[in-house]
């Protein structure tokens, strides 16, 4: 047991831990639950109840992890008692996990229970925090606890409400949310580490981007077990894995700790991950669809399985540009890359089969040119 006492911002040699890394791969079970119902009604011809689900869901996902990122931040002790909690934490995403399925036909209750979970471990870790601190310190951990747990109790409304009012108050809930750091950091900054916070954000987008992988492998391999087709899969497969191998590429290309020096510019860039996140894991989805309209077993047009990579690959590119990337560029040209490469990987979906495979070209010609243009900008600096 030790004393649950605010980290210094400018700690040296802070890294991501065993416990966090072991945290974000259970996490990405629940990805994976979420990308495979994406799957299932992209591929029966059903994308509005897909996507919707889907936002829902990988929101729910994104969220929690995101709440214990940054508590453990600025506050990791590594004591027993904050392990234990946070495998407590690890349990109700194992619990959210299994509600996935039943999530999407509209039952949230296994996820709003798995959601209680956590959300009890994490107030009792604000708690903790409070009873360790004083003055404004202490101010801020019992608001972040307050505001938790009344955002938690207002999830019930969602499972009281009729279908068609859910998306609805999904958002004004999911707003609810997105504002209990900005109102319980309003006269106290938590002390998280700017270094710390990118490797964790990075970590996770490694994670994701190898369930990807993972999920695009298993598909290619079952369709050629079973239809023997794999002709029509080399191009789906080899163009998925240039995408994927493109977007790693992109998003750490730039330090972004550098940036993260106040609230306001960290909250933007770490709410906007999850675009991020969320298309990262949804071009695996696209891939898993293309594959299956390649062999005949999905229910909608090419055009349809084409825009179910080519949409998701895009907003990846464009989101990082946005949030992550922009503020490391340096001239007109570097800026322009990838919002160009956005439009052009989108502009791929009218290629029929070959979509796919144009896209991660695309994404491959847009590391080259990247590339080039740093080199030349570090040329032009020694010079």
Known sequence: MARMRARGRSESHRAATPLELFFDLCFVVAVAQAGRQLVHALAEGHPGHGITGYLMLFFAVFWAWMNFTWFSSAYDTDDALYRVVTLVQIAGVLILAAGVPRAFDGDFAVVWFGYLVMRLAMVSQWLRAARNSTGRERTTALRYAAGVTLCQVGWLVLLLSPDAARPWVFVALAVAEMAVPTLAERDH????????????????????????????????????DEQDALGDLLPI???????????????????????????????????????????????????????????????????????????????????VWLIHSRHQKRNLAQQLVLPVSSVLVLACTFAGHAAVLLAGMVGAVTVAVGATLTARQGQALES
Do not use: C, D, M
């Not at 696209?286 to 949409?311: D, M, P, Q, W, Y």
């Open 237 to 319: 497969a080899a163009g998925g894995l240039l995408l994927i191998f493109a977007a790693y590429w992109i998003y750490f290309a730039v330090p972004i700790h550098l940036h993260l020096v106040s609230n306001r510019q960290a909250f933007v860039w770490g709410y906007g991950h999850y675009l991020v996140l969320g298309s990262a894991a949804a071009i695996g989805a696209g891939i898993e669809v293309a594959v299956e309209e390649s062999v005949g077993k999905a229910h909608l047009s090419v055009f349809a399985a084409s825009a179910t990579v080519t949409v998701p690959g895009a907003l990846f590119l464009f989101t």
């Open 189 to 224: 900054q938590t002390s998280w580490h700017p270094h710390h916070i990118a490797e964790r954000y990075g970590l996770f987008v490694i994670i994701v981007l190898g369930e990807t992988v993972s999920a695009a492998t298993v598909a290619v391999q079952s369709a050629v």
